[in-house]
Each structure stands twice: as C-alpha cells, then as structure tokens.
C-alpha cells in the first residue's frame, strides 16, 4: 500500500528540518517525526484522509506531548485511550537527562493536550466522531531545549535560525493544505495563527484563533474548554 500524501509531506519535512543547525541556548533538539514517527504515522493514516474539515494548528511540541507520542498535542493517556494509537518510540541523537523520552511509558502528562483532546472527547464522545469535523496538527514538529532542561519556543530562537526554520514549516504547511483542503485553519495561540497566515497567503482557506490551552495562560487555566467552543461558534465552527 503506498503511503499517504500526508506522509510523504512529513517524512520530507523530517529530511529539511535534518539539515538546519541550532545554537546555544538552545542545547537540544527533539524531531519526533524521527524517532516517533510509527505513531505519527499511525494517526495520519488513520484520521487524517478526510478533506474539508477545520484544521487546528498548535505551534510545536511540548515536551511530555508530541515529544513523547508523535501525535500532536499528544498527551499519552489521550493518545492510547482516545485516540488508540499506541507504537514504538525510539529516542532522539542526544537526549536531556531530564527531559527523557520515554514514548508511551511516559508517567507525565502534557496539560495542553488534556485540556485539547479532553474537550474532544467529551465534545464528540469518539474519536471518529471528532475527527469526521476536525484535524489537529503543529505548525513546527520540533521540540527545542535548554541546558537546564527549559522548553524554547521558535519565536525565541534568532533570526538566522529561525527564519530557515520557518520557511521549511511553511513549506510543509502549505502542502499539507493543499491536500487536507480544509474549510478553515485555526491556529491554536497567536503565533500559530501568524504563521498560517504567512504560509497560506497564497491559498484561499480562511483563518481564525482560539486561545491556546496552554497552563501558562492566566485565561485558559479559567476554563479553556468552554472559552475555545465560544471562540469557534464565533469563526461560524457548528458544535
């Protein structure tokens, strides 16, 4: 069976991202479509060949998220309870010793992807449910930290690193668009929604925001769920 258009956009995507190089401080660099990409791959091949759904786009991953489970905004009880993807996961070329992947036998949680594929779960009761009207991915599939083990996001890293950065997301991005056709791109958090509009300006999806589900965010440790499901009836999204 040959793979999908959405693997072969990743799996590039993985290969570009290979080349760039990082500097302090940044110390490491997680690229789970590498060593976690059995299970990315599991979930584009099982939830993501519909076209026309609304498309939510995080950033890049946390580190008890995606880092540990190639799935975006991955939590890993959410992953293998709701979701039902559970496979191997290797580990990174060099490695945080406090920022161990595990994959799957992972113990923390990732509260951005409880609060994310939570509300879905009780919004929609299945996954299947869920994903016949939506389609989560991230932005930047890297994860970047420090040497004490601090998560550093894209829009902190330097000009000349970020920049190739984000013209090969927005390569990939823009790729996946064209093949995913979504009715809408909502970007989860401010830099997720700039950077769809940057890499999509040449393309006429429409794109919106909801607030990112984030616990360093004073308004979603308030009530995230109920916040998001506002701000999508807003962008004219049926729930």
């Given at each position: 069976m040959p793979d999908s258009k959405l693997v072969t956009v990743t799996r590039r995507l993985a290969k570009d991202l290979g080349k760039l190089s990082f500097s302090e401080p940044t110390a490491y660099v997680y690229n789970p479509l590498v060593y976690a990409r059995a299970p990315h791959e599991v979930y584009l091949e099982r939830y993501g060949k519909t076209?026309?759904?609304v498309v939510l786009m995080g950033m890049n991953p946390?580190?008890?998220?995606?880092?540990?489970?190639?799935?975006?905004?991955g939590d890993v009880a959410l992953v293998r309870d709701f979701l039902g993807i559970e496979a191997r996961v290797d580990k990174p070329e060099a490695e945080h010793p406090a920022?161990?992947?595990l994959g799957f036998a992972c113990q923390r949680s990732e509260v951005s992807?409880?609060?994310?594929?939570?509300?879905?779960r009780d919004r929609f009761g299945t996954a299947n449910a869920f994903f016949e009207r939506f389609f989560v991915v991230n932005y930047c599939p890297l994860a970047f930290l420090e040497a004490s083990g601090k998560n550093r996001t894209p829009d902190k890293l330097p000009v000349a690193e970020r920049e190739p950065l984000l013209a090969t997301c927005d390569r990939a991005l823009g790729e996946l668009v064209a093949e995913l056709q979504p009715s809408?791109?909502?970007?989860?958090?401010?830099?997720?929604?700039?950077?769809a509009r940057r890499a999509l300006s040449g393309q006429s999806v429409p794109i919106g925001t909801i607030l990112?589900?984030?616990?360093?965010?004073?308004?979603?440790?308030?009530?995230?769920a109920g916040l998001a499901e506002k701000q999508l009836r807003a962008l004219g999204v049926k729930l």
């Open positions: 076209r026309g759904r946390g580190p008890f998220g995606m880092a540990q489970t190639g799935v975006p905004f920022r161990q992947i992807g409880t609060r994310l594929w939570g509300w879905a809408l791109v909502i970007g989860v958090g401010a830099f997720a929604e700039s950077s990112h589900p984030s616990p360093a965010s004073p308004q979603a440790n308030k009530g995230w």
